[in-house]
């Protein structure tokens, strides 16, 4: 059984810094890739980054470009997402999810994580 769990959320002023974990846990078919998607209050699931497990392949939303950082250590079967100069607008509680491919939809993924709150303070 595959177990995505994702740690290091919380709450941080704008302008700060968060790293958010994801730790995968099971044997996985397909799962060649990971992305992270955060759905901000009342708002739908949006895609933030994306990597390759083995490719290098990464991928972001515009929103986050120069601002996030997808990574993946292998040999610890864990994807961070480091998040640099936090707005008030990233506030969303985010999720980790293993798929086949390197992708922005949200439906190519086929194990989530629970999700993560993170909340930026104006």
């Known amino acids: 059984q595959v177990q995505l769990v994702e740690s290091g959320g919380g709450l941080v002023q704008a302008g700060g810094s968060l790293r958010l974990s994801c730790a995968v846990s099971?044997?996985?078919?397909?799962?060649?890739?990971m992305g992270w998607f955060r759905q901000p209050p009342g708002k739908e699931r949006e895609f933030v980054a994306t990597a390759g497990w083995s490719s290098g392949i990464t991928n972001y939303a515009d929103s986050v470009k120069g601002r996030f950082t997808i990574s993946r250590d292998n040999a610890k079967n864990t994807v961070y997402l480091h998040m640099d100069s936090l707005k008030p607008e990233d506030t969303a509680v985010y999720y980790c999810?293993?798929?086949?491919?390197?992708?922005?939809?949200?439906?190519?993924?086929?194990?989530w994580g629970q999700g993560t709150q993170v909340t930026v303070s104006s």
């Open positions: 099971g044997r996985a078919l397909n799962m060649y890739a």
């Open positions: 999810a293993g798929g086949p491919s390197v992708a922005k939809d949200a439906t190519t993924y086929k194990y």
